[in-house]
């Protein structure tokens, strides 16, 4: 077994746990939502918030710093498919300084002193609707790991453009809002 290959297994490891692992928690908050169970979707949260500086970032970081050694010594910053893997970690990670943590230290502080509202749901619905967002953009980033496009791979890339505007269309198209169910 050579360095390159311990690097690339420590590269996918790490996105592995980071992707996945907030994949399960945004599933969990789906699934709440749709049940219309305003605590298991707040607990959801309030795990994503834990995890946010404990797990989720530094995973995300030892993908990012893994990556940058297969490239600075074997790969090479020069093919198309590395410039989207960055361009998408950047999307992503900034989501995740700039939307999550800040959402999520003002929800913690809003249940505190409020206990749960509908301006703490609203927020709550926000923070959901980023969320799909931004696994259409980890989504664009496994396919361009996987599939490695170049200029020449239109229909890949265009079908990338396309999970994205997806993304978009899913997160900022409609207005969903945390209702209690009937039952």
Known sequence: ???????????????????????????????????????????????TGKLGDRFFAPMSMLTLIFGLVMCGFWVGFSELWIGIGLVGYAATFSIGMLVFKPTGARMGAMIAREGVTPAVLAVGQRMMCWARFDYAVMLVIIADMVLKPTLHDIGTLAGMVMVVALGVALAFGGRRQMAPSAA
């Open 1 to 47: 077994m050579d360095w390159y290959s311990v690097v690339k297994f420590l590269h996918v490891v790490s996105a592995t746990l980071w992707v996945g692992g907030g994949f399960v928690l945004f599933l969990l908050g789906v699934i709440a939502e749709r049940a219309g169970n305003i605590e298991e979707k707040l607990q959801a949260m309030r795990a």
